[in-house]
């Protein structure tokens, strides 16, 4: 049986690869995988446009499209106990915990969020659900490696060389393809807080008037003149945050080989208890890896064609897109490997949505097979850099969508060389 489930996976990979190569490809690597979702916060103005905004922007493109359905949740309803809120505070006394989250203050809140999240991903076994999609699993518990087939690049030529009787070499290289495919699995859970500037500057125009009454009077008059100009610049508009918070599917040896002995099926051989023991079972884990936050000034124009709305969602795409960039570059699991697009001149499809402004270095990256294994390695071949005069602004712009029009420079170009050819992967370096 084993046997046969390792033939169909190789007969299914050997299948796509054909199919790819009837149709040009710019380069074939793998990607990392992606879920996104949102936390229910409190109302806030335009909540419904802003939530609207990121459930309907267009998926992040340097990862596949790893979407479970689950798109939002409410940490109220996973509330800490005093114990999990000693671990965040450290305090002596638990005691000191009983009073209510309110009394905490929004410090406290936003110190909470990310133990709340992981007590939803944990309670709502969201990373089971992500493994079950990269089996495809069914209703009736049977799993297959569809999709693992699809997003697995391999040597055609190596796998031609396999065969049936060739079983030891077929585990070893679904192995090596579930530990860098499935390993590289992710969860962005984002933030919103939407105010409108107005209240908030009126607040420090009062504090500042205040702090300025004693004030000789000769100044006073200037002094208030110019607290009431800096009040009238920053009361238009409204204020957009995003905090995003950045999970990392487990998958190691240990978890991949419990996998396949203990839960893993296929149609042929249905077993109930395997799957209720994979509907309950706490192996799956998503782990923290960080957070990073963006903010934007959201203002509008009598020379604006666009909608309030429309500004609205624009400015929080941008601003999502921004935190995803501030990711990358924080946290090297979460770095994308990018294919260079020509060589001569050295460009690539990335850009200003990246977070690129000019200068940033990048590893260039071979990427080898072993013949025998199948095994994918990096190799470092050189360093090249953004050129700050000719980079990519492929940051969300409906209106050019909306008119076909593309933009002069479709590409960013960077220097450091002429050995460099298309194909070639590149990741940022810190």
Same mark, same amino acid.
């Given at each position: 049986m084993k046997k046969n489930i390792y033939l169909s996976a190789f007969l299914l990979v050997t299948s796509f690869i054909v199919n790819a190569q009837e149709k040009p490809l710019d380069v074939k690597y793998r990607r990392s995988s992606l879920h996104t979702m949102v936390v229910e916060t409190d109302k806030f103005p335009k909540k419904e446009v802003v939530l609207n905004a990121f459930n309907n922007a267009p998926f992040p493109d340097k990862y596949n499209d790893h979407q479970i359905g689950v798109k939002s949740f409410n940490p109220n309803n996973y509330p800490l106990t005093n114990e999990e809120k000693a671990t965040i505070y450290k305090q002596s006394k638990l005691a000191s915990f009983a009073k209510s989250t309110a009394g905490l203050g929004t410090d406290s809140l936003s110190k909470e969020l990310p133990l709340k999240i992981q007590k939803y991903l944990a309670k709502e076994k969201i990373a089971n659900k992500l493994v079950a999609k990269w089996f495809n699993r069914q209703p009736d518990g049977s799993f297959d490696y569809t999709l693992i087939a699809e997003r697995g690049i391999f040597n055609a030529s190596f796998l031609e060389l396999k065969s049936a009787e060739s079983s030891s070499d077929g585990i070893y290289l679904l192995n090596t393809a579930g530990l860098e495919l499935i390993d590289n699995t992710f969860v962005v859970i984002n933030k919103f807080n939407f105010v409108a500037n107005e209240p908030i500057a009126r607040a420090i125009r009062d504090a500042a008037r205040e702090a300025a009454k004693d004030t000789p009077a000769l100044l006073l008059d200037k002094v208030n003149k110019g607290i009431d100009a800096t009040y009238e610049?920053?009361?238009?508009? +409204?204020?957009?945050?995003? &905090?995003?918070?950045?999970? *990392?599917?487990?998958?190691?040896?240990? /978890?991949? #080989?419990?996998? $396949?002995?203990?839960?893993?099926?296929?149609?042929?051989?249905?077993?109930?208890?395997?799957?209720?023991?994979?509907?309950?079972?706490?192996?799956?884990?998503?782990?923290?890896?960080?957070?990073?936050?963006?903010?934007?000034?959201?203002?509008?124009?009598?020379?604006?064609?666009?909608?309030?709305?429309?500004?609205?969602?624009?400015?929080?795409?941008?601003?999502?897109?921004?935190?995803?960039?501030?990711?990358?570059?924080?946290?090297?699991?979460?770095?994308?490997?990018?294919?260079?697009?020509?060589?001569?001149?050295?460009?690539?499809?990335?850009?200003?949505?990246?977070?690129?402004?000019?200068?940033?270095?990048?590893?260039?990256?071979?990427?080898?097979?072993?013949?025998?294994?199948?095994?994918?390695? +990096?190799?470092?071949?050189? &360093?090249?850099?953004?050129? *700050?005069?000719?980079?990519?602004?492929? /940051?969300? #712009?409906?209106? $050019?969508?909306?008119?076909?029009?593309?933009?002069?420079?479709?590409?960013?170009?960077?220097?450091?060389?002429?050995?460099?050819?298309?194909?070639?992967?590149?990741?940022?370096?810190?």
């Amino acid at each position: 049986m084993k046997k046969n489930i390792y033939l169909s996976a190789f007969l299914l990979v050997t299948s796509f690869i054909v199919n790819a190569q009837e149709k040009p490809l710019d380069v074939k690597y793998r990607r990392s995988s992606l879920h996104t979702m949102v936390v229910e916060t409190d109302k806030f103005p335009k909540k419904e446009v802003v939530l609207n905004a990121f459930n309907n922007a267009p998926f992040p493109d340097k990862y596949n499209d790893h979407q479970i359905g689950v798109k939002s949740f409410n940490p109220n309803n996973y509330p800490l106990t005093n114990e999990e809120k000693a671990t965040i505070y450290k305090q002596s006394k638990l005691a000191s915990f009983a009073k209510s989250t309110a009394g905490l203050g929004t410090d406290s809140l936003s110190k909470e969020l990310p133990l709340k999240i992981q007590k939803y991903l944990a309670k709502e076994k969201i990373a089971n659900k992500l493994v079950a999609k990269w089996f495809n699993r069914q209703p009736d518990g049977s799993f297959d490696y569809t999709l693992i087939a699809e997003r697995g690049i391999f040597n055609a030529s190596f796998l031609e060389l396999k065969s049936a009787e060739s079983s030891s070499d077929g585990i070893y290289l679904l192995n090596t393809a579930g530990l860098e495919l499935i390993d590289n699995t992710f969860v962005v859970i984002n933030k919103f807080n939407f105010v409108a500037n107005e209240p908030i500057a009126r607040a420090i125009r009062d504090a500042a008037r205040e702090a300025a009454k004693d004030t000789p009077a000769l100044l006073l008059d200037k002094v208030n003149k110019g607290i009431d100009a800096t009040y009238e610049k920053t009361k238009e508009g +409204y204020s957009i945050w995003a &905090t995003s918070y950045l999970y *990392k599917l487990v998958w190691d040896e240990t /978890t991949a #080989n419990i996998f $396949n002995t203990e839960l893993y099926m296929e149609k042929d051989s249905l077993d109930p208890k395997k799957k209720l023991a994979f509907d309950n079972s706490d192996l799956f884990k998503l782990e923290f890896v960080g957070e990073e936050s963006a903010s934007g000034l959201v203002t509008f124009s009598l020379t604006e064609k666009r909608t309030e709305d429309q500004i609205i969602e624009l400015s929080t795409i941008r601003i999502v897109d921004n935190v995803y960039a501030k990711l990358q570059k924080k946290y090297d699991v979460f770095k994308t490997k990018t294919p260079l697009f020509t060589g001569n001149p050295i460009t690539a499809k990335i850009g200003k949505k990246e977070g690129l402004e000019g200068g940033e270095k990048f590893e260039v990256l071979e990427m080898n097979q072993d013949p025998k294994t199948g095994a994918i390695t +990096y190799k470092n071949i050189g &360093t090249i850099k953004v050129d *700050k005069n000719l980079i990519w602004d492929n /940051t969300y #712009n409906p209106t $050019n969508e909306e008119n076909n029009s593309t933009p002069t420079i479709d590409r960013t170009t960077f220097s450091g060389g002429s050995k460099f050819y298309p194909g070639l992967l590149i990741k940022q370096i810190k």
